[in-house]
């Protein structure tokens, strides 16, 4: 439908009727302070009893406002088509931070898990980086990225920049001033997902499970501790957020279930890459790149090898997770609680 | 010359994508300069000085930040025009949530940031509204839901804008801003130019001075506010 189609609609039918078939249609009327209107009368019926001064302070008279709204519609009922579907990112070399080309054409597919690993300062986030902003040669690495084998047009880029890439790292908080429920509702509400409730209490359900500590729906998200936010971060991500792609930096000492997030991530089919530290989440890694002063040096296939040194690392991790723990509890440590020791 | 206007509250990123942004221009020293528009104090200026961009500020005083933005951006751009810039920024802090320093035909930019609450987007106004590019920073310290959620709430305001994310310190994102400077209009003067949306109506007694809080103080242009019978 055209602008126009919702013009002849709203100028037609009751606003009641209107706010029953397009729910977003309340906040724009809210924005322009028409509230608690009579539901019988149409848009143009209760413009007129609206005082011209009032619709003036916002910029507008009677007809624009019906305009606008029709475009406000619009806009909001057009489908999500603008992402399309992800099937491959391709990462092609640039050059490192002496200048010396990088010899790269990794390709990387829905489901597949690829860490990034290297010294601080070797260029971790700056892949990452490059990876949000799809570039095409134009930044300091000159790296390119193809979409789907081929490079995205500029148009591409701009409109769905932001959309196509989703960003987890450690410096992110929560600001909002909501509940934990509100805020997946509202979530919810902005990807426009008609029943928002059963997504909402799987989300909810997630984030506990990859939290220690366990929250409710009515706690605030700015009194959640480190480890409740990533966990609600990270089940909101997977569940929640309309991006194929997502990118991570730095998830270790969030104090969650690291593989469990992983896996919860990768479960619902989107592309990871994240830079890590961390021995478990690199190796769980279907893939990791090795970065070297601003340059990929190497990309490597986790081996059955190092698939089979995973459990042992899982059990030396584990085993430090009882220890924190017993920590936690306010237990005394002793030397059962360490595995190794326990064989002397 | 190119001229680009920018706005947005105070401390949402302006200077810090404006630096960043000219730097992803890629332009020789000296060619790309900024005009600040301000109220009454900024330290804008030392951030343009240390990157040899050629600035300007304009501090509106006593006078209604509006109106001296609109009587002063012409002078503006025949100063970028003496200097000889391709590409002139003029950076307005200090307007009201009412008013928006936003030109026909001219690119528009505003800039607000994440941490400034969701519901910002709805109660900034025409400033927002009538933007061709609106541009979010800080993106790094919240959420990606909260980015989303915010983003979503700029598109219930301006449906016709353009959201671009940039990290003021980092400047991720800038190059894209970049682009869009790029691609605008050159022009020479303002003059018969139309502003975007309308200044705030004057004159009232305090416009002109008068301190006294009282009916018998008020004249002009008064809109009177009806409270509820206690
Ligand atoms: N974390 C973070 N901080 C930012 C970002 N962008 C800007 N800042 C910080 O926000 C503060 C204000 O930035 P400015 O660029 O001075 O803001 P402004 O809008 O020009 O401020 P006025 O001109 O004084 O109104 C500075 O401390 C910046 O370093 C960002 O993307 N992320
Ligand atoms: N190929 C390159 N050419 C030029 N500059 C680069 C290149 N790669 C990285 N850099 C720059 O090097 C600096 C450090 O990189 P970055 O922050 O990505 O490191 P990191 O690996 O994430 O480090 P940490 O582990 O400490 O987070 C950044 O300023 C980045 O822009
Ligand atoms: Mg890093
Ligand atoms: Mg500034
Ligand atoms: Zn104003
Ligand atoms: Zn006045």
Redesign the pocket.
Same mark, same amino acid.
């Given at each position: 439908m055209k602008t126009l189609d919702y013009v002849a609609e709203v100028s037609a039918v009751p606003i009641g009727d209107i706010l029953r078939r397009y729910p977003l249609a309340v906040d724009y009327l809210a924005n322009i302070r028409l509230v608690g209107v009579d539901e019988t009368k149409t848009l143009p019926e209760i413009l007129e009893d609206v005082d011209e001064d009032m619709l003036e302070e916002f910029g507008l008279d009677r007809e624009e406002v019906i305009f606008h709204f029709s475009a406000f519609l619009e806009a909001f009922s057009r489908t999500d088509e603008s992402i399309e579907t992800i099937s491959s990112i391709t990462i092609l070399g640039?050059?490192?931070?002496t200048g010396r080309p990088e010899m790269l054409e990794l390709t990387v597919t829905p489901g597949e898990v690829v860490s990034i690993v !290297?010294p *601080? !300062? %070797?260029?971790? %986030?700056?892949?990452l980086e490059d990876i949000e902003c799809l570039a095409q040669r134009d930044t300091? *690495?000159a790296r390119q990225i193809l979409i789907n084998g081929s490079a995205p047009d500029l148009d591409k880029r701009f409109s769905t920049g932001g959309k196509l890439v989703a960003q987890l790292s450690q410096n992110m908080n929560f600001v909002m001033d909501l509940t934990v429920q509100e805020f997946l509702e509202m979530h919810a509400k902005s990807r426009m997902i008609p029943d928002s409730a059963e997504v909402v209490e799987k989300c909810f359900a997630v984030a506990n499970s990859l939290a220690g500590e366990k929250f409710t729906l009515d706690t605030k998200v700015t009194q959640l501790s480190g480890g409740q936010s990533r966990s609600l971060m990270i089940a909101d991500t997977a569940l929640l957020s309309s991006s194929p792609i997502i990118l991570i930096d730095?998830l270790e000492n969030a104090g969650i279930d690291r593989r469990e997030a992983i896996e919860i991530l990768v479960g619902n089919e989107k592309i990871v890459l994240m %830079?890590t530290?961390d021995p478990l989440l690199a190796l769980r890694a279907d893939k990791r790149i090795v970065?070297r002063n !601003? !340059?990929v040096t190497k990309v490597i296939e986790t081996t059955t090898e190092e698939e089979q040194t995973l459990h042992k690392i899982e059990a030396i991790d584990s085993a430090l997770l009882t220890i924190r723990n017993q920590l936690r509890r306010g237990a005394i440590v002793t030397n059962e609680s360490i595995p190794e020791f326990q064989e002397k | 010359m190119k001229l680009i206007t920018v706005a947005g509250p105070p401390s949402s990123g302006k200077t810090s994508v404006i630096l960043k942004t000219i730097a992803a221009l890629g332009l020789p020293p000296g060619s790309v300069g900024v005009v600040k528009f301000d109220s009454l104090t900024s330290f804008d200026h030392q951030r343009y000085d240390e990157q040899q961009i050629p600035n300007q500020t304009a501090f509106a005083g006593k006078i209604c930040p509006d109106h001296h933005f609109v009587s002063n951006v012409e002078g503006a751009v025949e100063w970028g025009m003496k200097k000889g810039l391709s590409v002139l920024v003029t950076e307005s802090a200090g307007l009201c949530n009412r008013c928006s320093p936003y030109v026909n035909g001219i690119l528009s930019v505003c800039v607000i940031d994440n941490l400034s609450g969701i519901n910002t987007p709805r109660k900034i106004g025409p400033m927002l509204k009538y933007a061709d590019v609106v541009v979010v920073t800080k993106g790094d310290v919240v959420s990606q839901a909260e980015r989303e959620v915010f983003a979503f709430n700029i598109r219930e305001v301006n449906a016709s804008a353009t959201v671009l994310f940039v990290n003021g310190i980092t400047g991720q994102g800038a190059f894209m801003l970049a682009r869009y400077w790029q691609d605008t209009l050159d022009i020479r003067t303002l003059r018969d130019r139309k502003l975007r949306f309308t200044m705030p109506a004057a004159i009232c007694s305090y416009c002109t001075g008068e301190t006294l809080i009282g009916e018998m103080y008020q004249m002009g242009m008064v809109k009177r506010m009806e409270f509820d019978d206690a």
């Open positions: 640039g050059r490192d931070k !290297g *601080t !300062g %070797s260029g971790k %986030s700056r892949l300091p *690495t730095e %830079s530290h970065i !601003g !340059g | -």
